[in-house]
T-cell receptor, first 111, second 113 residues
Framework: GQNIDQPTEMTATEGAIVQINCTYQ??????LFWYQQHAGEAPTFLSY????GLEEKGRFSSFLSRSKGYSYLLLKELQMKDSASYLC????????????FGGGTRLMVKP | KAGVTQTPRYLIKTRGQQVTLSCSPI?????VSWYQQTPGQGLQFLFE???????NKGNFPGRFSGRQFSNSRSEMNVSTLELGDSALYLC????????????FGAGTRLSVL
């Protein structure tokens, strides 16, 4: 099975940078995903990493180290609308599209 | 291009009843996965369908079942509802199995009284 850990809550200030960490243990790795979920809404895809390194997409970047079982999501120039839950999910080899999710990190952005 | 569509959005049932939820994937997507989201357990995988066949199944009792039609639309059924089945049920679609990105629908919020 898999174990995916991420902080439960984080608070940051508008305009700042925040890093949300995710650690995982898996027997066969086939990709790590980050989703954003606003309260009462569907998860929205943010980023996908399958190889080590940094993937940048606008204000959002995601990093992966497969040897360390570690990823982070970096949010720059925080805006109030970034207040949401951020979900880390891992896909295993030979498991089709089954994603195993961490518990999510609730980010609160304050003025 | 339309996203993943789930119907109904809200549902209220009583214990012992059964319920059927529907999911229409993004056009061209052939893989449909179902997830249950609760405050206590977070997002948990139920099952995945690809080419009308169940490919993977999560750790849920047999009361939870599903199927996929030739047009890739999928339904999930929960029989003999229990209070603990109250949750947000999310459907996600992907182009292929084991690859690509999953896109989620808005979900069906089921309340069991």
């Amino acid at each position: 099975g898999q174990n995916i850990d991420q902080p439960t809550e984080m608070t940051a200030t508008e305009g700042a940078i925040v890093q949300i960490n995710c650690t995982y243990q898996t027997s066969g790795f086939n990709g790590l995903f980050w989703y954003q979920q606003h309260a009462g809404e569907a998860p929205t895809f943010l980023s996908y990493n399958v190889l080590d390194g940094l993937e940048e997409k606008g204000r959002f970047s995601s990093f992966l180290s497969r040897s360390k079982g570690y990823s982070y999501l970096l949010l720059k120039e925080l805006q109030m609308k970034d207040s949401a839950s951020y979900l880390c999910a891992v896909r295993e080899d030979n498991a089709g599209n089954m994603l195993t999710f961490g518990g999510g990190t609730r980010l609160m952005v304050k003025p | 291009k339309a996203g993943v569509t789930q119907t109904p959005r809200y549902l209220i049932k009583t214990r012992g009843q059964q319920v059927t939820l529907s999911c229409s994937p993004i056009s061209g997507h052939r893989s449909v996965s179902w997830y249950q989201q609760t405050p206590g357990q977070g997002l948990q995988f139920l099952f995945e369908y690809f080419s009308e066949t169940q490919r993977n199944k999560g750790n849920f009792p047999g009361r939870f079942s599903g199927r996929q039609f030739s047009n890739s639309r999928s339904e999930m059924n929960v029989s003999t509802l229990e209070l603990g089945d109250s949750a947000l049920y999310l459907c996600a679609s992907s182009l292929a199995q084991g690859a690509g990105i999953q896109y989620f629908g808005a979900g069906t919020r089921l309340s069991v009284l």
